[in-house]
């Protein structure tokens, strides 16, 4: 029960979002801990990032049976996913089921944007603000707002001019759009666009395309699940949650340890067909060396250029779209279904915005430094300011008036990816310093929130009323996290959202840890089993332990 005596009532928990993270962080705290815990979501109804992107297309890159709940046995034995990657209206059913069934609804406020939260050191609690007014008191603070949850909606000089329709892919309207007939102009080919130009160019009169950095994707080869392969998978979830656990990036299929060049020329090219025609990112899962070692990877960027090269009949098309400046999977490695045939349809035009940057929005269309574009709607396929835009968003202030955005300002800090010094009390599930986005995310969220839950609980059977990171935890967590993105190529695509490079402005940090999920796991039960090490425990204002 809430405690009363303080105005508002204070709750043991306020979780804000009702995605895979808030929603499972709400059954763990209320249902397993039994404490008052209460969930607000700005959308008006549970999804989190699948409520908000509906654009066309909109597919997970994880398999169906593995981007899942694996907490409940019954849950994955009664919930049947008919495709190999889950549409978004799928993933949404799922979500609204898990809802449901754990009867989650009653505890979270819908409709309830938090617009401010700060720390109250004289009553160690968090009070919280809604848009519409409301305030909300609790001893901890549990920020599940995803990690791609902020659109970047690129500041175009002439937006507000623009007499048709824009849009955004990640905040796309519930009744859908009908291009039927319209000019449409798409900004941006990452993992979103990839997936939408398909699917908008079969409706739309005319798509042009405007890329700014040529992308690797692989097929997805997405199919109706076979009744066979629902029966496996319901036969052998055991086994397929243990290794989504011990894989680096928490997927169900494992990388073989062999190298790029231990095999023959012959072997690799059987190697990379056979694993082009198994198709999604088990692309990656041939060779164990492809994300670390350049020159092996450059096998695996150019098989794949070559299959653009093979697909894409209009040499100039072609060209643009396999002259890829990054390693391949160093930027966030999108699959397809049907984007390089797409570009061969008469109504699909590519414009290079690389050599000929957009310059303005014209009330009919996009202009760039070589030509103006006449187009009925915008659609802008540019992602998200990812990590750390969903948290500075929620504009928090901790310890003694420190706001996140100056206490990020150089970039985020945080211990673990999971607390953030000068903010006692409040906890981040898959915050920028944890495996996260390099991960197949419910399983990183499921760690999170059970690693969140044993903690609290901890924390009020001794009696601690704060906890936080300690400084120096907080600078050799970052150092690890350093060091583990330069074993791997990734912070070698200059333009990538892991790096904060898409946004303007934004610090240029690795925001990820790339170390692999299995080893951050490890370090986090290490950490609580050894008495919370790094972070600084505290009763009545004294430390603990
Ligand atoms: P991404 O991967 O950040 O892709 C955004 C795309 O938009 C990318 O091609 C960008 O080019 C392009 N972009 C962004 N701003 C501009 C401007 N100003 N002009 C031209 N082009 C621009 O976002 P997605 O939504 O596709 O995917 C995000 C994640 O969601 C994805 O990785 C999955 O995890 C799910 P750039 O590469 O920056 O040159």
Redesign the pocket.
């Known amino acids: 029960m809430p405690d009363t005596s303080i105005n508002p009532p204070v709750l043991d928990a306020l979780i804000i979002g009702a995605g895979f993270s808030g929603m499972y962080q709400l059954l763990c705290l209320r249902d397993r801990l039994g404490l008052s815990a209460l969930v607000l979501e700005a959308g008006e109804g549970v999804g989190g990032t699948w409520y908000w992107n509906r654009y066309p297309g909109a597919r997970c ?1 994880s398999e169906s049976h593995s981007y899942c709940y694996s907490f409940s046995p019954e849950l994955l034995q009664e919930w049947v996913w008919t495709e190999r990657y889950p549409e978004q209206p799928e993933i949404m059913r799922y979500m609204n089921h898990v809802a449901d069934r754990f009867s989650l609804r009653r505890d979270i406020r819908f409709n309830t944007r938090v617009t401010g939260a700060s720390w109250d050191a004289a009553e160690n609690l968090w009070r919280v603000e809604t848009h519409a007014g409301q305030h909300y008191a609790a001893r901890y603070l549990i920020a599940a707002v995803g990690c ?1 949850s902020t659109a ?1 909606v ?1 500041k ?1 000089a002439g937006l507000d001019s623009f007499e048709g329709r824009w849009l955004h ?2 905040e796309w309207p519930h009744e859908g759009v009908d291009f039927t007939g319209l000019r449409v102009g798409q ?8 997936q939408s130009v398909p699917v908008i160019a079969e409706q739309a009169g005319h798509l042009t395309v ?4 040529a ?1 690797y994707s692989t097929p997805a080869r997405n199919a109706p699940l076979t009744a066979e392969f629902q029966a496996w998978v319901k036969a052998n979830y055991g086994d397929i949650t243990q290794t989504m656990r011990q894989t680096r990036n928490g997927h169900w299929f494992r990388i073989q340890d062999r190298s790029v060049f231990s095999v023959s020329e012959e072997e690799r090219e059987a190697a990379f067909e056979r694993a082009w025609e198994k198709g999604g990112l088990q692309f990656r899962s041939e060779f164990g060396d492809i994300t670390t070692n350049l020159e092996a990877n450059s096998k695996a960027a150019e098989f794949i250029r070559r299959k653009i090269r093979e697909t894409v009949t209009d040499p100039e098309k072609a060209r643009l779209l396999s002259e890829i400046d990054h390693p391949y999977a160093a ?2 490695p ?1 699959i397809d279904s049907g984007y390089f045939e797409a570009m061969n349809r008469d109504n699909v035009t590519l414009v290079d ?2 050599a000929n ?2 310059v303005a929005i014209t009330p009919t269309g996009i202009r760039t430094t070589a030509a103006e574009y006449e187009v009925d709607v915008i659609v802008f ?4 300011d ?1 990590m750390t835009g969903p948290l500075l968003r929620l504009n928090i202030t901790g310890r003694d008036g420190l706001a996140l955005s100056d206490a990020w300002a150089a970039g985020p800090r945080s211990y673990l990816g999971l607390q953030v010094e000068g903010f006692p009390n409040m906890f981040t599930v898959t915050g920028p310093g944890s495996p996260s ?1 390099l991960t197949n995310m419910p399983v990183a969220i499921e760690q999170h929130v059970e690693w969140i839950t044993q903690a609290i609980a901890h924390l009020r059977a001794e009696g601690v009323d704060r906890i936080e990171p300690d400084p120096q935890a907080v600078a050799d967590w970052l150092v690890k996290v350093d060091e583990a993105a330069a074993e791997t190529l990734l912070p070698q695509a200059s ?1 990538s ?1 892991y790096l904060g ?2 946004v303007p402005g934004k610090p240029r940090v690795f925001m990820p840890y790339a170390g692999g999920m299995a080893k951050y796991r490890e370090i986090c039960d290490r950490v609580a089993a050894e008495g919370y090490t790094g972070f600084v425990l505290e009763r009545d204002g004294a430390a603990v332990g």
């Open positions: 890159d791609l970047n690129p175009i892919t990640g900004i941006g080919t990452g993992s979103t666009g990839i405007f890329q700014r950095t992308n930027k966030r999108p915005v690389k940057p957009i396929a540019t992602g998200f990812a986005v333009s959202w490079a898409n």
